[in-house]
């Protein structure tokens, strides 16, 4: 799938088929995170991969925004160590992973609100580390809301060389 074409297509999923991903798409997905950009290419990043489902339920419910964690294939803890930036490196490198994914046909959804220390027990990641997100992947249980957007237009968020000159009149 083309870069463009999983960006326009790519929307949160929540409900998850219960089939497992193959071990090989999750590493790809992974080496995506991997390849990242970084803050002085410091790559901060630490990455725990859950597949336990008990694991998974424990941490569903570290946050109550995230109870589609239960019933994910698989999840991504993704934490930064000394990181000057670490919710920029850390976003850069999900949102890498989540293209990357969906470009597999694996969905996923950012999730936010955890209980962090619950978390970092759970996972017996060192104290020292900083939670970005556990972000939820599996095969989408449905096309999610047929493949439509709710986004903002172009005119509403950008303008040209000043605020308030339309992005158009980049063509007139
Ligand atoms: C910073 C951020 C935090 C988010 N937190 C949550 C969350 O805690 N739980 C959740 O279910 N979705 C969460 N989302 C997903 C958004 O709700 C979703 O991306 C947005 O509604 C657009 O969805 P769509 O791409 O399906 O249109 C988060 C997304 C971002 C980027």
Same mark, same amino acid.
């Given at each position: 799938m083309e870069v463009m074409d999983a960006i326009r297509t790519n929307l949160a999923v929540r409900e998850f088929r219960p089939e497992k991903v193959p071990p090989d798409v999750i590493l790809k997905i992974l080496e995506a995170g991997r390849l990242a950009h970084s803050s002085k290419n410091t790559q901060p990043w630490r990455f725990i991969l859950v597949d336990d489902k008990e694991k998974l339920s424990l941490l569903s419910k570290t %946050?109550? %925004? $995230? $109870?589609h964690i239960a019933n994910a294939a698989f999840a991504v803890a993704l934490f930064t160590e000394k990181a000057k930036l670490p919710e920029v490196d850390g976003a850069r490198a999900m949102e890498d992973m989540m293209l990357a994914a969906w470009s597999l046909g694996v969905g996923s959804c950012w999730v936010t609100n955890f209980d962090e220390e619950r978390v970092k027990q759970i996972l017996k990641v060192p104290k020292e580390w900083k939670l970005i997100t556990v972000a939820p992947f599996g095969y989408p249980a449905k096309p999610a809301r047929k493949g439509k957007k709710n986004r903002k237009k172009l005119e509403e968020i950008a303008y040209y060389n000043v605020y308030g000159n339309p992005i158009s009149s980049i063509i007139s």
């Open positions: %946050t109550p %925004t $995230g $109870g």
